[in-house]
């Protein structure tokens, strides 16, 4: 960094969530359209459909969003009803998706990328979000890619592929853990990393509350579909809290060692999740002890339980000469929802600081994935042996006329 004439406050700004590239000197940006950035959004639920929101908030200018891609007709059309007829006339005047750019079915993705969108939106649930990164980046589009991006060791090394992929063609790839893009978190951040509170010794973080949701079948349901539908409580759909929710706390730990973790040793179970389809496989706890560089532990709770439990959710930092929320040296700003998005389009129009936050909010998911499988199977898990894992939840093919039956609930000892 000193040979760039950088100072370790410079880097900081960027929360590490920008390319160094932003710096060096970064490749031809991709061609677009720079007076008016063409959306798309593939994943139409509630999360899509939030995220196109922020997308078109007020404060980014000169974005339209022209097309829609979901597997189901249903989310698709709430979606486009929510989008065109939203109370924010500032939102739902920049909405121009005809019929001919609404796309229904397990291939709606690849027809909307033969579009001219300029960049596109994966709000998928986590289990096929590699495969539509990497189809995304290949189809030379830049790219929001919600968290967390992969649900096993395989589909975390084909993100780092894809990002990788995007910096050699100029693309921008910003991640859904927006609190990178928060004001007070990058303050903080930069607070600590210059020593505010002594050498870091020990770190928490938890994401403890209740269950998000569980979908009750309909009749005319295949069975794919209804993995699909009620995926956040399957291993190979959602990735169990500790992937899909708390990787967020996660995230800001890695963000504070400026490192990953060396290995984990885990615990958890299933204290209170029914058996049943409903209730899918996953474990509804895991406790986790991480640890980092230099012998500094990191010590995480996570949790779905029901009402009536405490809930508690954050991040607690110890140093030789304080404590630290993570977020308690910092001035408010803009929301990071939307502030994200217009870090996003500036990158995009070079307006701003390169952003390709593929290989971080990738090394981030493996870190919750390690969580998971040191927890399932009862031993420590190195780094570079979940970084190097063969395991892979996904079934390589989807098809609406086979079963996917629940996976056995995870045992410990049981491989």
């Not at 979606?79 to 920049?94: M, P, V």
């Not at 397990?106 to 300029?118: H, K, P």
């Not at 809290?241 to 290995?263: F, G, K, M, R, Y």
């Not at 209730?279 to 996570?302: A, L």
Request: proline share 5%; with cysteine; net charge negative.
């Amino acid at each position: 960094m000193k040979r760039h004439g950088i100072t370790r406050r410079d880097f900081g700004k960027l929360g590490l969530a920008a390319s160094f590239a932003a710096w060096t000197g970064r490749k031809a940006a991709a061609e677009t359209n720079s007076d008016t950035l063409r959306v798309g959004v593939i994943g139409c639920g509630g999360r899509g459909t939030g995220m196109a929101v922020n997308m078109l908030d007020e404060r980014n200018e000169n974005v339209q969003l022209i097309a829609l891609a979901d597997v189901f007709g249903d989310r698709l059309n709430s979606c486009r009803n929510t989008l065109e007829t939203h109370d924010n006339e500032a939102i739902s005047g920049r909405v121009h998706v005809d019929d001919e750019h609404c796309f229904v079915g397990l291939d709606a993705y690849q027809r909307l990328l033969e579009t001219d969108v300029d960049v596109v939106l994966e709000c998928c649930p986590p289990y096929i979000r590699p495969k539509h990164v990497e189809a995304i980046v290949n189809a030379g589009k830049h790219v929001f890619a919600e968290k967390p991006v992969a649900v096993d060791p395989v589909g975390v090394r084909q993100i780092i592929a894809a990002a990788d992929e995007a910096e050699d063609q100029g693309l921008s790839f910003v991640a859904g853990t927006q609190w990178r893009h928060d004001r007070r978190r990058i303050e903080t951040m930069e607070e600590l990393h210059e020593g505010a509170i002594g050498e870091i010794r020990a770190m928490q973080a938890d994401r403890c509350g209740g269950f998000p949701f569980f979908r009750e079948p309909e009749n005319d349901w295949s069975d794919l579909e209804y993995r699909i539908r009620n995926w956040l409580p399957h291993n190979w759909t959602g990735g169990a809290n500790i992937v899909e929710q708390a990787i967020h706390h996660l995230d800001i730990i890695n963000w504070v060692a400026d490192a990953t973790p060396e290995s984990v040793f885990a615990s958890g179970g299933r204290a209170w999740l029914p058996d049943g389809e409903l209730y899918g496989d996953i474990w509804d706890n895991f406790s986790c002890d991480y640890e980092y560089p230099g012998g500094v532990h990191m010590y995480h709770f996570s949790r779905w339980w029901p009402g009536g439990t405490d809930s508690q959710s954050g991040e607690r930092i110890v140093g030789t000469e304080g404590v630290s929320n993570a977020q308690d040296m910092g001035e408010p700003g803009i929301t990071s929802t939307v502030q994200q998005f217009l870090d996003l389009t500036n990158s995009i129009r070079g307006e701003g600081p390169y952003y390709n936050e593929g290989r971080r909010i990738a090394y981030s998911t493996l870190t919750a994935i390690m969580g998971r499988m040191s927890a399932y199977t009862g031993r420590r898990i190195l780094w570079d042996e979940a970084m190097e894992s063969d395991l892979s939840l996904v079934p390589d093919e989807l098809d609406f006329d086979r079963e996917y039956p629940v996976g056995p609930i995870p045992v410990p000892g049981e491989e």
